[in-house]
């Protein structure tokens, strides 16, 4: 059974820095591209990044640029996303998802993320 | 960014019923469009992809159609596991967009 279970959010102030994970099991990790998608409380799922099967390509939406980095680790199943300079409007849940081709085969249950003063 | 629009935005239907929502993208996307639907409190489930393939385990009463920029989503015969929120995605070009949703409620 496929399972994507993600961790590290929680509540940050804005501008301060956070990395949730996504621990995935029940497929070939290494043979998936990883996204993250978000959803701020009450709206739309927001595409953020997403990272080929080897790490050597990625890819962002403009709003996180510079600030968001996706990462994986294929040793430990692993996909990360560090997330710097936070801001109000990256509120949300982050869901992490497995794909092979641009659509979501897979997702996680989703973390919280809150930044606020 | 490419732009999704789904209409309608939100609509009341009752078990039994035929639906369709509708996706339109603000460029031609091929076939490169997925739908989704979502619970609350739950992640989305990926329903349909290029436009017309059902994805393993979800059921015949769901069907996709489209290509270029209009799509549509039809359920066939609502059922009460049916109500939930739906989306349409692109991954034609990056960065990936989604529709705003179309909930779907009991009326």
């Known amino acids: 059974e496929v399972q994507l279970v993600e961790s590290g959010g929680g509540l940050v102030q804005p501008g301060g820095s956070l990395r949730l994970s996504c621990a995935a099991s029940?497929?070939?990790?290494?043979?998936?591209?990883m996204s993250w998608v978000r959803q701020a409380p009450g709206k739309g799922l927001e595409w953020v990044a997403n990272?080929?099967?080897?790490?050597?390509?990625?890819y962002y939406v403009d709003s996180v640029k510079g600030r968001f980095t996706i990462s994986r680790d294929n040793a430990k199943n692993s996909l990360y996303l560090q997330m710097n300079s936070l801001r109000a409007e990256d509120t949300a849940v982050y869901y992490c998802?497995?794909?092979?081709?641009?659509?979501?085969?897979?997702w996680g249950q989703g973390t919280l993320v809150t930044v606020s003063s | 960014a490419i732009r999704m629009t789904q209409s309608p935005s939100s609509f009341s239907a009752s078990t039994g019923d035929r639906v369709t929502i509708t996706c339109r993208a603000s460029?031609?996307?091929?076939?490169?469009l997925a739908w989704y639907q979502q619970k609350p409190g739950k992640a989305p489930k990926l329903l349909i992809y290029?436009?017309?393939t059902l994805q393993s385990g979800v059921p015949s009463r769901f069907s996709g159609s489209g290509s270029g920029t209009d799509f549509t989503l039809t359920i066939s015969c609502l059922q009460s596991e049916d109500f939930a929120t739906y989306y349409c995605?692109?991954?034609?070009?990056?960065?990936?967009?989604f529709g705003q949703g179309t909930r779907l409620e009991i009326k």
């Open positions: 995605q692109q991954y034609y070009s990056y960065p990936i967009t």
């Open positions: 990272i080929k099967q080897d790490g050597s390509e990625k």
């Open positions: 460029q031609g996307i091929s076939s490169y």
């Open positions: 998802a497995s794909h092979q081709s641009d659509y979501f085969d897979y």
């Open positions: 290029a436009a017309s």
């Open positions: 029940g497929f070939t990790f290494s043979s998936y591209w």
